[in-house]
């Protein structure tokens, strides 16, 4: 009882172990794909809602945008805010207001390196995609235009597929060690106890349990022992009638 409960457990974990690996190889791989998916579409809506609209930018130190928030919302962006300098921010929408403030030090690393950067931040406990775009302008400093997109959808997309393909593949790996479980227990966890119990009624001398209780080991190992070498030959030489003086086996000879 003791042994078969402690196979059961190592079974469980070990499964538990696999279906976790196996998911988790999966959550990453899923994680990656959504994250470069949302990474390509932020920068490609990102640059065809600055050449229609935003494009006057490389000239001038402002930019007239009306109905803000529908065309906003069209691209499917969270907000949109334009840097000039340190000093100088211009938020296209209502809701970038509240964004500014994370995304200001990242803002500040891409215009001092002059080169467009992307990266993940969280906002009011929202996760967000940034895409910061330089803008080179005509006799003017560069400017950087940051594109906020929603990322939260991310999440809730890996924790669904975390919980289902962990209880996918852990019913799967229960299934298998289950399986394998019967075979351990009645192929050779059988033959082992009735070896057991023959030896416990040998020892005690119970010639009856010895009598109706066959032991367990193939005919085989028997066959090809030792052993059965001069029981094979004898009988080979009875048979053929051997002479006693070239028998080896003749108690008489």
Not at 104 to 120: E, I, P, R
Request: glycine share 6%.
């Amino acid at each position: 009882m003791k042994l078969n409960l402690a196979l059961i457990i190592a079974i469980i974990v070990a499964v538990g172990l696999v279906a976790l690996g196996f998911t988790a190889f999966q959550i990453s791989s899923e994680k990656e794909k959504l994250n470069n998916e949302l990474e390509t579409k932020t920068i490609r809506n990102g640059d065809e809602f600055f050449l229609r609209y935003l494009n006057t930018l490389t000239g001038a130190d402002s930019v007239s945008l009306e109905n803000a928030d529908s065309l906003i919302s069209q691209f499917s962006f969270e907000g949109i805010t334009i840097y000039y300098n340190a000093d100088s921010i211009e938020p296209l929408n209502n809701s970038a207001y509240n964004l500014i403030g994370p995304s200001s030090d990242y803002v500040t690393q891409a215009l001092s390196a002059d080169t467009s950067a992307t990266h993940f931040s969280d906002v009011n406990k929202k996760k967000l995609f940034e895409y910061i775009k330089i803008v080179k302008r005509d006799s003017l400093p560069s400017a950087a235009v940051v594109f906020y997109s929603d990322a939260s959808y991310i999440k809730n997309i890996v924790g669904d597929i975390w919980l289902r393909n962990f209880f996918r593949w852990f019913l799967q790996a229960l299934g298998i060690s289950r399986g394998t479980l019967l075979i351990v227990r009645w192929g050779i966890l059988s033959p082992v106890h009735k070896v057991i119990d023959w030896v416990k009624a040998a020892r005690a001398g119970n010639l009856e349990q010895l009598k109706t209780r066959r032991v367990p080991f193939p005919g085989t190992l028997y066959k090809k022992s030792q052993y059965a070498q001069p029981c094979r030959s004898q009988s080979y030489a009875q048979k053929n009638r051997i002479p006693t003086a070239l028998n080896p086996f003749d108690p008489d000879g």
